[in-house]
């Protein structure tokens, strides 16, 4: 049956203030998958930076060799390099081939770039680099590595694939068949320390397709966060990339990826013509050291860190404006973790030091949904601040949502996300308006996320984001743009993969919905994809936003039986259909957002004041048959925002809305 409603928007009555783009942004942290999938390096353990396995081969690759004698061995890295050299002997006498390989996945036709660091025994005179197909054995590509000598060098050269190979294989190989040594000391090895594989078309060193999809929701900022940042040094990952050292990630294990510096990251902002956002280490680091961070991105080369930065490549200041000091600092799981009280000093301290070397840069101090610890905060700090930064994830610390909850009871709480939102912000707000020195304070969401658990049918496997995490999404980006007065910043967890799925996906990876198994099993690993929620994020920043116009929405309910008390938001019954509109500058282009939260459809009829008039309009819709639909490597466009033209001519047009789905409505005069 479908239900009635009623839309009323008072385009007379807009907003003073103007919608900040930058509640659009992402996030990039270095978590799981993350970097891995976004950038466009093919192999892993590119400086043999892991354990040796038992064959004394760095745990990235595995021998490759025909012989009975040939030897491997992990030995030190070049000077000035990171991780290990590998050292791979082969003997005359078994007259073989040997050397080291790699699992990967290629595209036919494409040119790929090597980039090695090796030397070798004056009796070796080339090595070979391969792909080949690991089921047939059939070759797909060859490029000869002509050796020059013992000395540490760098050599390039390009490697093409014959044609497009899920399981392929890369190997660098040695040859005694055709030359012959004496098998004494030092004879027939090769020390590689560094082996790379950009396919041509990488945009840097990221992705094209990330790049791509990244530029298509228009983002505003870009966020460079995340736990791993309270021991994150950005001086380790700055300048000559084979000369950073390697760092162990501490907030989530593994190796924190040298390739993806302060450089790279302003060069992917610059790529995606987006404002950069990023959080400095108050954890383990000093004032001291983000004050140097600071010039290093807008310094004039007269300074120390500025004249650095010239010296790595990039001469002209970046101009980087916002800065976050510290992530989650008031969690226990967090380097640097401390009181609210203890915090606040630190951020003066913080402050201080990174204002004196720019002070126009827009400072963020990291806030808490817990009110008490932003009393104190801003007790303290208040003048030092220009925005306080909230983390909202809703899932299992909000709503009680568990692997065993059912669908029935899970949807309502999923979809009730902005109801969470609005609850954190609103008892924030009540404090920042409590006391007058504070007005000049806005709201950064700098981490922000639909986190629930699966439901039994994908118990086990990673969380994805479903049709109906992106009508939350969609829900809680229109409470956003009703905060607009306060809100200034968002920031989507995370932009590709990472440990809640990615707005963007990549391949079949961990992050991928079915979890544990090797990349490349489905035959699809280098799918870029979007999300249902990336759908509904490019949908809504592509619009023409720019003041907030009051809406009333008369429609039916929902119970929502498992509200969060956690954050005085109650449990109970909830409005079916979450809806605001916004203007754009000119005054000329309404849009509404309608969310419509409800299992079944309905038809909304539209009062639009002097819109009335107009007789088309253009929606962009978001609907599936089941609120569970994801998109996947096998199913990539399950669920995308369809457009096209209504009729909305006459007294009283309507709105069709189907059950949990998304609706944009463009209306121009």
């Known amino acids: 049956m479908r239900e009635r409603a009623t839309i009323a928007v008072d385009v007379e009555s807009v907003s003073a203030h103007c919608v900040n783009p930058y509640i659009f ?15 466009a390096f093919v192999l892993k353990d590119m400086d043999f930076e892991d354990e040796a396995d038992i064959h004394g081969v760095s745990s990235g690759w595995y021998p490759v060799t025909d012989g009975k004698n040939t030897e491997y061995a992990l030995e030190p890295a070049a000077p000035r390099h990171s991780g290990h050299s590998q050292r791979i002997r082969i003997l005359s006498a078994d007259r073989c081939r040997g050397g080291i390989g790699q699992r990967v996945s290629v595209e036919g036709g494409m040119t790929y770039l090597l980039k090695i660091v090796a030397r070798a025994s004056v009796d070796l005179r080339a090595a070979v680099c391969e792909l080949a197909d690991r089921k047939t054995g059939e070759l797909l590509g060859r490029a000869e590595l002509v050796l020059r000598g013992h000395k540490w060098r760098m050599y390039e050269l390009e490697l093409t694939s014959s044609r497009t190979c899920e399981d392929a294989e890369f190997r660098i190989m040695l040859s005694a068949e055709e030359e012959s040594w004496r098998d004494t000391i030092g004879s027939g090895t090769i020390w590689l320390d560094h082996v790379s594989m950009l396919p041509s078309d990488s945009v840097g060193y990221v992705k094209r397709e990330v790049v791509e999809r990244t530029r298509e929701l228009k983002p505003g900022m870009m966020r460079l966060a995340g736990n791993y940042i309270s021991a994150y040094h950005f001086e380790y990952a700055i300048g000559p990339v084979l000369e950073r050292p390697n760092m162990i990630n501490e907030a989530w294990g593994g190796w924190t990826h040298k390739y993806f510096g302060t450089d790279e990251f302003l060069r992917f902002c610059r790529d995606t013509d987006t404002e950069p956002l990023i959080c400095v280490n108050a954890g383990t680091g000093t004032p001291e050291e983000a004050a140097a961070w600071v010039e290093y991105c807008n310094g004039g080369t007269d300074t120390e ?16 404006k916002y800065w976050e000091i510290g992530n989650e600092i008031y969690g226990p799981w967090q380097h640097g973790h401390c009181t609210a009280e203890q915090y606040a000093h630190r951020y003066n301290r913080f402050a201080d030091a990174m204002k004196r070397v720019d002070p126009d840069i827009v400072l963020l101090a990291c806030g808490d949904c817990n009110p008490e610890w932003n009393r104190t905060l801003l007790r303290i700090s208040a003048d030092k601040l220009d925005m306080l930064t909230l983390h909202i994830y809703h899932g299992s610390a909000t709503v009680g949502i568990t692997p065993d909850t059912s669908k029935e009871e899970r949807y309502p709480a999923v979809v009730a996300f902005p109801e969470v939102s609005r609850a954190i912000i609103g008892r924030t707000e009540e404090l920042i308006a ?8 806005k709201l950064a969401i700098t981490e922000y996320n639909t986190m629930y658990y699966p439901n039994t049918i994908r118990q086990g496997r990673p969380m994805e984001h479903t049709l109906e995490a992106a009508v939350a999404n969609a829900a809680n980006l229109n409470e956003f743009i009703r905060q607009s007065h306060l809100v200034q910043i968002g920031s989507f967890s995370d932009l590709v993969n990472g440990w809640l799925g990615g707005c963007i996906r990549v391949g079949d990876g961990y992050a991928d919905q079915y979890r544990g198994k090797t990349a490349g099993w489905s035959g699809r690993s280098r799918v870029v994809y979007g999300t249902p929620t990336f759908h509904v994020m490019k949908t809504y920043a592509n619009r023409q936003i720019a003041r907030v116009v009051p809406v009333s929405t008369n429609c039916g309910t929902y119970h929502w039986a498992s509200g969060s008390r ?14 605001t509109a916004t203007l754009d500058e000119s005054g000329h282009v309404l849009t509404i957002f309608a969310v419509n939260r409800g299992l079944a459809p309905v038809d909304a009829e539209l009062r639009l004041g002097p819109f009335a008039d107009a007789v088309e309009a253009t929606v962009w819709e978001l609907a599936g048959e089941d609120c569970e639909t994801i998109n996947s490597v096998f199913e990539p466009e399950a669920i995308v925002m369809r457009e096209r033209r209504v009729d909305i001519a006459g007294d009283r047009p309507v709105l069709a809305l189907k059950p949990h789905s998304v609706c944009v409505l463009e209306i121009r005069r």
Not at 25 to 39: K, P, S, T, W, Y
Not at 434 to 441: E, I, K, L, S, T
Request: net charge negative; no cysteine.
């Open 305 to 320: 860190y500025g004249a650095l930065r010239a010296r790595n490549g990039h001469p002209e200041p970046y101009g980087v």
């Open 566 to 579: 956690r954050y005085g938001a109650e449990p109970g019954p909830l409005p079916v259909l979450d809806v």
């Open 434 to 441: 409590g006391n007058p020195a504070y007005a000049h304070v």
């Open 25 to 39: 942004g992402h996030f990039v942290e270095d978590i799981r998958d993350h970097m891995e999938a976004m950038l």
